[in-house]
């Protein structure tokens, strides 16, 4: 039985978001973020330091993924594989991620053992243990995740390893963000140990400590372990900008594993925490996320070209945890019955709509809803990493935390027609790129072939 139709005035929040938030920074340029929240006796500490997969320098690709995995291989006072050790015998859980402009570690673990993982994890950022032997294991181990994941697998990184390479203009944002692999065996001892003073270093980084802890007992121990540690030198950020785009872009690749074809489109989206931001997120959740979507109810429902589509804005996270340039994408594989232009007609028919009929409030009000509730799922986790991950992003890029208790308000100020304008400026034909996959051994004898300044 379906719910009853939403109103404007449903949507008013019966309580915001409001998460405690305390910002502030160390001498040495550390930003810090306190999350205090007593219901659960477990602790969560995230470091999130400002080095990604599109920010490495240009003769170090991989790099930035390279020192994800040499983070976990030993400090000055906990060797290789005590670190793990530390936190799973706590009953913690531990990770490390690179994304697109921070690479980050995070714990989980009883409240109790703050202090200890405080210690660990200013240990490593005091002292790093890069030795040969550990650089030359973990090339190996980088390597071998870019085979396994992307060279010999169907469908590798597609779509958000390659079209990114094809979408934009700006080598920092069109590189293979996995790396060269020459790259990665290159590097050098000295290369490693340079890259670290660069970039692990506390004025490129931000700790956030959210969970069941006292506050001013967690500063004494933040200054005691962090506050010696030389705050490194400021290093610029590239410039990573797009020029807006003008001209659909095509391309085609041949993957010799794929059982049959896929597609994927992209479009580049508006800045963050613009308004047309937060209405482009409305726009992605009446698109294409979940059954309800019109793409979904079209494409696969409705015509069958598809089992799933699936895709949005930044493949690795979410909205709001990147900075700079960034894609909003829809993928799909389909049967070779099937043929690019009817998918791309279908497709074009949503596309049009929603940039030509403004949306019903009736449906924004419910795409909100939706957006509240994965908001509040996202930081209301026992775990706190969907917490941790917000505040960081909002410190490291924006220096303001507490931009989380205004994402309800941002996304409650959206109208049909800021809805439509959005739709009309950035779903442009000339602002999307098409990347076809071609298995190697069926391929559409009607479809056009890549205009020839596509092919990388």
Known sequence: MGAP?????????????NVPVEYYKLDNGLRVVL?????????????????GFRIEPKDRTGFAHL????????????????????VQGLGGTLNGSTRFDFTNYYEAFPSNALESMLWAEADRMRSLDITQENLANQQGVVKEEVKVNVLNRPYGGFPWLQLPQY??????NAHNFYG????????????ARAFFKTYYVPSNAVLVVAGDFETAQTKKWIEQYFGKIPRGAVTPLPDIAEPRQTKEKR?????????????????HVPPRWTPEHFAFGLIDELLLQGQSSRLHQDLVQKRGYTDSVSG?????????????????????????TTTTDQILSAFDENIERIRTEPVTQTELDRARRTIRSQLYDLVGSSTRLGLVD??????????????????????????????????????????????????????EPDRPAAPAEAAK
């Open 5 to 17: 139709p939403a109103t404007a005035k449903d949507e008013t929040p019966v309580a915001a978001l």
């Open 35 to 51: 999350s205090a929240d007593h219901s659960v006796p477990l602790a969560t500490i995230g470091i999130y330091y400002n080095i």
């Open 67 to 86: 020192f994800e995995h040499l983070m976990f291989q030993g400090s000055k006072n906990l060797a290789k594989g005590q670190f793990f050790k530390l």
């Open 167 to 172: 979408a934009n203009t700006n080598w920092y």
């Open 180 to 191: 060269d692999l020459q790259h990665i065996d290159a590097a050098t001892l000295d290369d």
């Open 251 to 267: 391309a085609s690749i041949t993957d010799a594993l794929a059982p049959r074809p896929a597609l994927a489109v992209g479009y």
């Open 312 to 336: 949005g804005i930044n493949l690795l996270g979410n909205m709001f945890n990147y900075s700079g340039p960034m894609l909003w994408s829809a993928s799909l594989i389909h049967d070779p």
């Open 390 to 443: 917000l505040l960081a992003c909002f410190a490291l890029f924006d220096d303001d935390p507490a931009r989380i208790n205004r994402i309800e308000a941002e996304f409650a100020k959206v109208t049909p027609d800021l809805v439509k304008k959005t739709a009309q400026e950035y779903l442009r034909r000339d602002n999307r790129t098409v990347l076809l996959v071609e298995p190697a051994r069926s391929v």
